[in-house]
Nanobody
């Protein structure tokens, strides 16, 4: 499975960006897709996840500013980011995993995702 992110860029404080992730068609059936971000020198952090059953979960610090959406069946996912702050500057990654398990439906741990995109840079200033 190949994941391709798009939509990153530079934006002013308070601005909005919408990231997109498209997974290539594969024999692998995706059950969960998520957004992560990483600042150089820091750990990758999970932001939001969408499960094939429609379950959504967010990192508490972005809840209310970031909105995840998508269609798992069509292997597409989006992240609408509003009221962006300089602290949101990072490389943003799309991730996906085929494992369906209730215990994983809200997981934002990088280790629970198998497939990763190359990332798209978001810079807020």
């Amino acid at each position: 499975v190949q994941l391709v992110e798009s939509g990153g860029g530079s934006v002013q404080v308070g601005g909005t960006l919408r990231l997109s992730c498209l997974a290539s068609r594969s024999t692998v059936s995706i059950s969960r897709m998520a957004w992560f971000r990483q600042v150089e020198g820091k750990e990758r952090e999970g932001l939001a996840v969408i499960h094939s059953d429609g379950i959504l979960a967010y990192k508490e610090s972005v809840r209310g500013r970031f909105t995840i959406s998508g269609d798992i069946a069509k292997n597409t996912m989006y992240l609408e980011m509003t009221n962006l702050e300089p602290e949101d500057t990072a490389m943003y990654y799309c991730a996906a995993d085929p494992q369906w398990a209730a215990s994983l439906s809200r997981s934002l741990s990088p280790r629970d995702f198998t497939y990763w995109g190359q990332g798209t840079q978001v810079t807020v200033s």
